[in-house]
């Protein structure tokens, strides 16, 4: 097994974890931002000191690569390519929507085995950033930046439950009115939350080349995307 420090910037909140051998050891949370230029910093500082002062070495580093704020991930991935290139350790990217499937299958949310999870990032007015998983988290449909309707998940939501969640997903409540649609409140991509997820891509050698790894802004998807998603 592993010691894994966990930096997720993506969104407001800014938070930093360390796992031993799978289990949390140590996290901090601030839910007042954004502060990641000024509160990352300190939270690293404390994770770094409460390893090295515990002899634990440490073995990677696991970021939140996107989609998200450009502001956040920048700072997020920029202190997470640091400790690696000053330490020589692996670098992990995590990306932000799965880790966002981590608690709501941890705290048993869902009953239905053919349910899919959609988790959702706010962008403006109606638009979203959203991705959709199985309960295995195999990707159902890629990432979209979507502006929300009755009929956007229709196609899902006709054979099977769906499951929204995320800062994204209250202001679609009363516009995606169907009775296979579920809505799971306080659900926030955490530093904690990238453990099972950081751990599998470890155990599979999966690390990113530090000198060339760019997270996935939100500014960079949406150039991409047709003109009627805009």
Do not use: W
């Amino acid at each position: 097994m592993s010691c894994i420090l966990h930096i997720e910037t993506s969104t407001n909140v800014c938070s930093v974890a360390v796992s031993e051998d799978g289990g949390c050891i140590f996290e901090l949370e601030d839910h007042t931002g954004p502060n990641h230029a000024e509160q990352l910093g300190t939270f690293v500082d404390e994770a770094l000191s409460f390893v090295d002062n515990h002899a634990i070495p440490l073995d990677a580093v696991a970021v939140s690569c996107g989609p998200g704020s450009y502001t956040g991930l920048r700072i997020g991935v920029s202190m997470a390519k640091g400790i690696c290139y000053g330490r020589g350790v692996k670098l992990i990217a995590v990306p932000t929507l799965e880790l966002m499937c981590t608690p709501v299958l941890l705290q048993e949310k869902i009953a239905e085995e053919n349910a899919l999870l959609c988790p959702m990032l706010d962008a403006r007015r109606m638009e979203v950033y959203a991705q959709i998983f199985d309960r295995s988290l195999k990707e159902i449909r890629p990432i979209h930046a979507d502006v929300v309707d009755a009929e956007t998940y229709k196609e899902f939501l006709d054979k099977q439950p769906v499951y929204f969640f995320g800062n994204g997903a209250m202001k679609c409540k009363e516009t995606i009115n169907h009775p296979n649609a579920h809505f799971i409140e306080g659900i926030e991509p955490l530093a904690k939350s990238m453990m099972p997820l950081a751990e599998k891509r470890m155990a599979r050698e999966q690390f990113e080349d530090v000198a060339y790894f760019v997270p996935f802004y939100l500014k960079d998807f949406v150039a991409k995307q047709p003109r009627k998603l805009l």
